[in-house]
């Protein structure tokens, strides 16, 4: 009996490990290309932030600026991603057996580890940001 059970359920735990690979793969994604957005926008402002330090702001404004803007970017296509999926949602309903098609609780949890994963991504350019030597940065 457990034989049959362990076979009947077969498909659709080969179906939920697939897409916890697939939802694993997409948040990477998503880190990665945050990390590059805010690195490339970061590297092409390295002489702003060398004049800025150069002038007397401390590296915590300048930390802080970073931040707040790679927030707000990724904010900005959180909410965007949030209006896609609600509206894609409508087509996948048939796919969702036990499951309402918005689950909030869901929705909350993705947009939470979203917004950390943005939080982390933007820290690493944002250091880097701090660390510009005002003298270098002036003599290019």
């Known amino acids: 009996m457990e034989e049959a059970v362990s076979s009947s359920l077969l498909t659709r735990r080969l179906?939920?490990?697939?897409?916890?690979?697939?939802?694993?793969?997409a948040f990477v994604l998503a880190a990665i290309g945050i990390y590059g957005v805010i690195s490339i926008g970061v590297a092409g402002r390295m002489r702003?932030?060398?004049?800025?330090?150069?002038?007397?702001?401390?590296p915590a404004n300048v930390l802080q600026l970073v931040l707040r803007q790679g927030v707000w970017l990724a904010g900005a296509g959180i909410v965007i991603g949030l209006?896609?999926?609600?509206?894609?949602?409508?087509?996948?309903?048939?796919l969702l057996f036990g499951v309402s098609?918005?689950?909030?609780?869901?929705?909350?949890?993705?947009?939470?580890?979203?917004?950390?994963?943005?939080?982390?991504?933007?820290?690493?350019?944002?250091?880097r940001a701090t660390r510009v030597a005002?003298?270098?940065?002036?003599?290019e």
């Open 15 to 25: 179906t939920n490990w697939l897409l916890t690979a697939f939802a694993t793969a």
């Open 48 to 58: 702003e932030f060398g004049v800025r330090i150069a002038l007397g702001a401390k």
């Open 83 to 94: 209006l896609g999926a609600t509206w894609v949602v409508r087509f996948l309903r048939s």
């Open 101 to 127: 098609a918005f689950d909030l609780p869901t929705f909350m949890a993705a947009t939470v580890v979203l917004v950390l994963v943005a939080i982390v991504a933007c820290l690493i350019p944002a250091r």
């Open 134 to 139: 005002p003298a270098v940065v002036l003599r």
